[in-house]
């Protein structure tokens, strides 16, 4: 997949200063802001207003028909023991079903290659995540409840970059916050609430939600197993059909 893209059900706004290397595609109105550029086409099912400065290389295109697939639910067991880890230490944690897992600061946390099922996975600020699993392996974290990720968390792939192996799914109704200044690898679905990106946050996978917010100064970038990489703030890989 040479190029991401960056997708709503009903409505897609950037910001000033936004850098779209990819597609925009709504189902309902697109809103670009001031200095807005959009390396690829612009698409939309009604209306796409325009701000000021606004560079797109590609088509734009409204009052089309666009269809989208709706997320699908994933239903799991979960349950079983309470993990609390404590302030600076060292875990590993093996694949199987848990209740709440709760990581405090300064953790190395270290998954392995499997499915993990839980009620609830909670990070606190200065966590670093290592995932260990080989290039023919997935790692799946099902989240029931609620899966935060606060600030400085960082997730790094211990033996090579695979980020499209590894995938975050919860069933959360609230939002899902990933805070500031964090490094995050991964696929990241929760298709029942939104996702809100914190600032200065890098992120290499995708993101699909109910309704993602990304604030100022973040990048989401396609991953670099993927070729023809061009870094971009704002372009998703691959392609997705969020609500």
């Known amino acids: 997949i040479k190029d991401g893209s960056l997708g709503s059900k009903s409505y897609v706004e950037?910001?000033?200063?936004?850098?779209?290397?990819?597609?925009?595609?709504?189902?309902?109105?697109?809103?670009?802001?001031?200095?807005?550029?959009?390396?690829?086409?612009?698409?939309?099912?009604?209306?796409?207003?325009?701000?000021?400065?606004?560079?797109?290389?590609?088509?734009?295109?409204?009052s089309t028909d666009i269809h989208f697939s709706e997320l699908s639910p994933k239903n799991f067991p979960f349950g079983g023991p309470d993990i609390y880890i404590p302030l600076d230490t060292v875990y590993t944690l093996v694949p199987g079903n848990y209740r709440d897992v709760c990581v405090s600061s300064r953790v190395n946390l270290y998954l392995q290659g499997g499915i993990y099922r839980l009620r609830k996975f909670l990070l606190a600020p200065d966590v670093v995540l290592y995932i260990n699993i080989s290039d023919d392996e997935v790692l799946q974290l099902n989240v029931e409840e609620d899966i935060q990720l606060a600030d400085r968390t960082q997730i790094w792939f211990s033996n090579a970059d695979l980020p499209l192996s590894f995938q975050i799914y919860s069933n959360q109704n609230?939002?899902?916050?990933?805070?500031?200044?964090?490094?995050?690898?991964?696929?990241?679905?929760?298709?029942?609430?939104?996702?809100?990106?914190?600032?200065?946050?890098?992120?290499?996978?995708?993101?699909?939600?109910?309704?993602?917010?990304?604030?100022?100064?973040?990048?989401?970038?396609?991953?670099?197993?993927?070729?023809?990489?061009?870094h971009s703030f704002g372009a998703f890989a691959p392609p997705f059909n969020p609500y």
């Open 174 to 230: 609230n939002t899902m916050r990933i805070g500031t200044d964090c490094i995050i690898s991964g696929f990241v679905f929760v298709p029942n609430a939104g996702i809100h990106v914190c600032s200065r946050t890098s992120i290499t996978g995708a993101l699909n939600g109910k309704e993602v917010i990304i604030e100022p100064d973040v990048s989401v970038c396609k991953p670099p197993v993927l070729k023809s990489l061009s």
């Open 14 to 62: 950037t910001g000033c200063d936004a850098i779209i290397d990819g597609d925009i595609v709504s189902g309902g109105n697109i809103s670009l802001g001031d200095r807005t550029t959009v390396n690829d086409d612009v698409i939309a099912a009604d209306g796409i207003v325009m701000q000021n400065d606004i560079e797109v290389h590609g088509t734009v295109t409204d």
